[in-house]
């Protein structure tokens, strides 16, 4: 079957870094996404990763590395803005979105 | 420009009720999905449609139907609502099918069966 992992919920402090993994088991991959959602409200498009390496945008980053079916998502210079649920989602073969659970990110000041 | 529209925002119906959930785009995707999403699960893809008058299913599309008249709408409908089925879904939209197109989404429909 399809899977994909990602810790359940994390913690960080205002102004730290953050590295929010994500593994995966898919038939095919077409990509890799990231997503946020604040409490309550829709998913918002972060990031697509389809080769091998680092995207940065801003003070975030999204890792792929397909031959260990692994991503991370990472924050950096973190702002309590950043409290929210990130979400892993893999492309498979049919080109259907595979998602995860979601990470809750909690930040403490 | 409002991007996805859906409605109603939350809704409260009685089992075996029938409920449609309206969703709208003014952005012209050709594709547009419905996902349900509850607490510890991944978005779970319900119906989907890669353009106007073509839908297919989903990873659970039992006791739900969807149309595509039209570029812009494409509603969803419960025909008889279990408790089950309550959820929150989420109406998506991309302007490409296969590709690296994200995914704009409504702000959800909450939705309790009882």
């Known amino acids: 079957g399809q899977n994909i992992d990602q810790p359940t919920e994390m913690t960080a402090t205002e102004g730290a870094i953050v590295q929010i993994n994500c593994t995966y088991q898919t038939s095919g991959f077409n990509g890799l996404f990231w997503y946020q959602q604040h409490a309550g409200e829709a998913p918002t498009f972060l990031s697509y990763?389809?080769l091998d390496g680092l995207e940065e945008k801003g003070r975030f980053s999204s890792f792929l590395s397909r031959s260990k079916g692994y991503s991370y998502l990472l924050l950096k210079e973190l702002q309590m803005k950043d409290s929210a649920s990130y979400l892993c989602a893999v492309m498979d073969s049919n080109y259907q979105l595979i998602w995860g659970a979601g990470t809750k990110l909690i930040i403490k000041p | 420009i409002a991007g996805i529209t859906q409605a109603p925002t939350s809704q409260i119906l009685a089992a075996g009720r029938r409920m449609t959930l309206r969703c709208t785009q003014d952005?012209?995707?050709?594709?547009m999905y419905w996902y349900r999403q509850d607490l510890g699960l991944g978005l779970r893809l319900i119906h989907y449609s890669n353009t106007a008058g073509t839908t297919g299913k989903g990873e659970v599309p039992d006791g739900y139907s969807v149309s595509r008249a039209n570029t812009d709408d494409f509603p969803l409908t419960l025909a008889s609502a279990v408790p089950s089925q309550t959820s929150v879904y989420f109406c998506?939209?991309?302007?490409?099918?296969?590709?690296?197109?994200?995914?704009?989404f409504g702000e959800g429909s909450r939705l309790t069966v009882l």
């Open positions: 998506a939209s991309s302007d490409s099918t296969g590709t690296s197109g994200e995914l704009f």
């Open positions: 990763n389809v």
């Open positions: 952005m012209r995707h050709n594709a």
